[in-house]
């Protein structure tokens, strides 16, 4: 069993900047695809990015392209997503979820982290 906890949300004004975290326990990341999805009040779940597990791969919704980057940390068994140049538009609660690769449905999620982005 794969337990996701997602950390660093908040409130950031727009072209502000935020890193959220997603720590495993119980496996080691590196054997998944790791997502991250977001989900506003009133729209559907998003995919905003994905790093692969065997090459490291990344993969990037066109709305977040060139703002967000999305990157592993072995060592700590931890994946971060770098939020850059954020819009209000960006606002939603941010998951995480683990799959065997970015083109599997995850199998793992977090219990998501808030980002509320806002003057």
């Known amino acids: 069993q794969v337990q996701l906890v997602e950390s660093g949300g908040g409130l950031v004004q727009p072209g502000g900047s935020l890193r959220l975290s997603c720590a495993a326990a119980g496996a080691t990341l590196d054997y998944y695809g790791i997502h991250w999805f977001r989900q506003a009040p009133g729209k559907e779940r998003e995919g905003v990015s994905c790093i692969s597990s065997s090459d490291g791969r990344t993969f990037y919704a066109d709305s977040v392209k060139g703002r967000f980057t999305i990157s592993r940390d072995n060592a700590k068994n931890t994946v971060y997503l770098q939020m850059n140049s954020l819009k209000p538009e960006d606002t939603a609660v941010y998951y995480c979820?683990?799959?065997?690769?970015?083109?599997?449905?995850?199998?793992?999620w977090g219990q998501g982290t808030q980002v509320t982005v806002s003057s």
């Open positions: 979820a683990a799959a065997p690769r970015c083109f599997d449905q995850p199998d793992y």
